[in-house]
């Protein structure tokens, strides 16, 4: 596991830097390990180095994780999409939520939250490229969303996410990243409760850090590349 405690060291690095560069605290980026597709003892090395928080896409994998490492005090955020028969879960596993879009979803995660718990964290997603095969609302939905959202009990919406369309083009990510942010103050004026800006992953988050990312989702950066399972 040595490459992985290069891997945080060097992450941990970059972050700090996009953050100085940006005339930023580095304390205010946080850093979310993407664990899909990872095994439990790649997570169990991470958190050892100090890492808290994993982002997981798939249900049954992530609830998986969860079982193998519930000795550890892990924060656990879906970041993946969101099907319907699959929110139950979502709402009693899970402390934040990345990737809602629908106020149907939101509903139903408020509906199911356990009164055991506290309110689940949600980010909106925000389709920020107006990509078909992206999910995420558009940006002009997204104060209705954010006022209706902010209505159920069980729910509390810290912030935005986006998966910019990819692009190598700095000046691109750059103007995709702006919007983000201007989307973000703007609704922040009449949610303060926003906080969180989850965008830029391992290609882009330098670019992101300098746009005001709260979050980045790391996940190739810290791991290396992904490996599949064989069928």
């Known amino acids: 596991m040595s490459s992985i405690a290069e891997n945080f060291q060097s992450v941990r690095q970059q972050i700090d830097q996009a953050a100085t560069q940006s005339a930023r605290m580095p304390q205010d980026i946080h850093l979310l390990a993407v664990s899909k597709t990872r095994?439990?003892?790649?997570?169990?090395?991470?958190?050892?180095?100090?890492?808290?928080?994993?982002?997981?896409?798939?249900?049954?994998?992530?609830?998986?994780?969860?079982?193998?490492?519930?000795?550890?005090?892990?924060?656990?955020?879906?970041?993946?999409?969101?099907?319907?028969?699959?929110?139950?879960?979502?709402?009693?596993?899970?402390?934040?939520?990345?990737?809602?879009?629908?106020?149907?979803?939101?509903?139903?995660?408020?509906?199911?939250?356990?009164?055991?718990?506290?309110?689940?964290?949600?980010?909106?997603?925000?389709?920020?490229?107006?990509?078909?095969?992206?999910?995420?609302?558009?940006?002009?939905?997204?104060?209705?969303?954010?006022?209706?959202?902010?209505?159920?009990?069980?729910?509390?919406?810290?912030?935005?996410?986006?998966?910019?369309?990819?692009?190598?083009d700095s000046e691109a990510q750059a103007h995709t990243f702006t919007q983000m942010q201007t989307l973000f103050h703007e609704l922040k004026k009449q949610h303060p409760l926003l906080d969180t800006l989850s965008m830029g992953m391992s290609d882009d988050m330098a670019v992101a850090i300098a746009h005001g990312a709260t979050v980045v989702r790391i996940g190739t950066a810290l791991f290396g590349p992904r490996h599949y399972p064989q069928n």
Not at 48 to 68: H, P, R, S, V, W
Not at 74 to 90: D, L, M
Request: aromatic share 6%.
């Open 39 to 168: 095994q439990p003892d790649e997570l169990r090395a991470l958190y050892q180095l100090g890492q808290t928080a994993f982002g997981e896409n798939y249900l049954q994998e992530a609830l998986d994780k969860i079982e193998a490492l519930n000795d550890l005090p892990i924060t656990w955020h879906f970041i993946g999409p969101i099907q319907s028969n699959k929110t139950r879960a979502i709402a009693e596993h899970f402390s934040w939520v990345h990737s809602v879009d629908r106020l149907k979803i939101a509903q139903r995660l408020s509906e199911q939250r356990p009164a055991t718990l506290p309110p689940l964290n949600i980010c909106l997603q925000i389709n920020i490229s107006k990509e078909d095969s992206k999910a995420g609302c558009l940006p002009n939905e997204a104060e209705t969303l954010l006022n209706q959202m902010a209505l159920l009990p069980n729910i509390v919406v810290r912030g935005l996410m986006a998966i910019p369309k990819a692009t190598t």
